[in-house]
DNA sequence: TTGAAAGCGTTACCAG
DNA sequence: CTGGTAACGCTTTCAA
């Protein structure tokens, strides 16, 4: 009944003109004092909001962006998108989310829809599926900036993600030092630039200490509970089962950690496991597991930040790391009491 | 450079009129099939996407919803939040996700942001410093729509929930028939509503089963890992400690669970421990914990259900309720092997 | 200091 | 079948 109240509706009540309203309303100078507090004064009253959407068709901005992820159930994925949107807010702008289920067909629409939102730029975390990158060429032609986070791609964007080859290196190296020589590598896909990272720190530490590469003790396959699970119970059925295990994502530790439990193995005595995953998960298990900490808040800060310098034309590619660090805790350690 | 294309600029191209090109592209008939071929090819070849600003003032409609929950970050919030958006998106409605970070000042920000935005409906799952609801008085006023979900309150607003109280007086009737008998409840405040029904689902299982009440059992204090840590270590270090512990809420599992390994307590030998969790949660901890399993995707079906109806003009407070049933695992079945 | 009018992109109505 | 125009809410330029 009570429709929105305008400028218009608040001109006509006062016998003036919109855009006496307008400048009222705005506080820019050229209206008397005693005429503005009589327009402040009934729009305050009626409870006038601006309509963004006016705004919007004026301005040709929108104070909006979209965030694509694979999962926003998955705790990796929606802490990125507390921080970004966090970040977001700080400088007015809204966030409209989209959840592509990691597929690519999904995150094509996603993308589709943000660009028909007008949304003023795109953080985009790629699905595992993804491979080619007609989509993203499609939004520069539309000349909607994005920014790849956390699963980028070797494209010509702006990039924030974490220091994938060295993470896995530091905590490969750690296994290694802490006297594991079969160290199994559970990681996703070969398409993923995030899964071969991670695969190449790991490698690197086995070649940096001279440690044999084992074939058949690298797993890369799809992310999900169930090939996690699945791959993790054929490396413990190996004729020389690993005594150590590394993961590439927070649902593969998951995975692993169950399937070496439901084996009735002890962590850390029989096997070590560590990997990236949220500090969550790692505290959540008994015992805790070592982990890569990644600084979620960080990433979502910076990407923000990227994406809004986009938005603001500029058109520099930069590439921004955040540090993913060793946090040490028990299932790595095996001279721990248990 | 290459702005988007507009009707108007298709319509200059061909010299004709946007009010042609509208109805070409509308589809509509009163258009020859000639003219209306050659404005879709150049629409299509010009990438002309409508500009949902222009309507969303045209219809005052805006296809867009507003989500609140108290923390992204928290498997149970985000699962909610996937859910109502995938029903959204089925709707055609995109969906705007705010966090009120577990705070009232915040949810009221948001709120208003929301309003600003001109969203047509908004769900809201309480965060839980809110005692006073003027702020849903301020919407009904502004004539926005409000849902109310997972964390409701007994206000004049549609909700949809768990069965509180139900669920938690199942979980405590399992727990007493296992052989407990001084069960512990690790809860919120008092002043939400959904904390306020689990302990009256778990009082009357205890009446029911003539188990005597025990006032230093019961916690209700602020929810978040650090007091449910304390918490659960003060019932831990009583004379008496419990030999149960239902918790009302994730985080307080979580929290609970590790302050009893953290003990060197055996669970269940020593004690047993179920609640509200997310599947999860339960299925990461070892031994892995009987929890209540929320249907979360039901709820947010229902919850996005209830807020198209109001949208649509029903003006009916109807109270969904999903079930949450118990899932029994491990961690509250003393005969287990372990 | 105020008013009038144009324009942002779209659709609907009324003429031709 | 097509063109012209008004309208949605707001800002801005120009004129008074």
Known sequence: MKKNVSQRDIA??????VSTVSRALKGVPGVCTELRERVLALAE???YRPNPFAMSLRYGSTRTIGIVVPDISFNHYAHLVKWIEAEAKMSGYMCIVT???DKYVNEVECLEQLVNMHVEGIALCLSQETTDFVHLERLKESKVPVVL???VADVDCPTASFNDVQAARQATLHLI???ARRIAFLGGPNRIKQAVDRKHGYLEALRERRVPIRKELVKCGHVSFNSGLSDTLELLGLPEPPDA??????LLSIAAFQAIVSKGLRIPQDIAITGFMSDWVSGMSYPRMTFLKQNVRELGRKTFKLLLDQINGDDTVSHVV???RLSVRESTIKDIKH
Chains 1, 2 share one sequence.
């Open 245 to 250: 295990i590394l993961t590439d994502h927070g």
């Open 177 to 179: 030092d802490g006297g």
């Open 99 to 101: 959840d592509s289920g």
């Open 322 to 324: 955040v540090n993913a």
């Open 45 to 47: 009253e009626h409870g």
């Open 149 to 151: 986070f956390d699963r």
């Open 12 to 17: 006509r009540m006062l016998g003036i003109n």
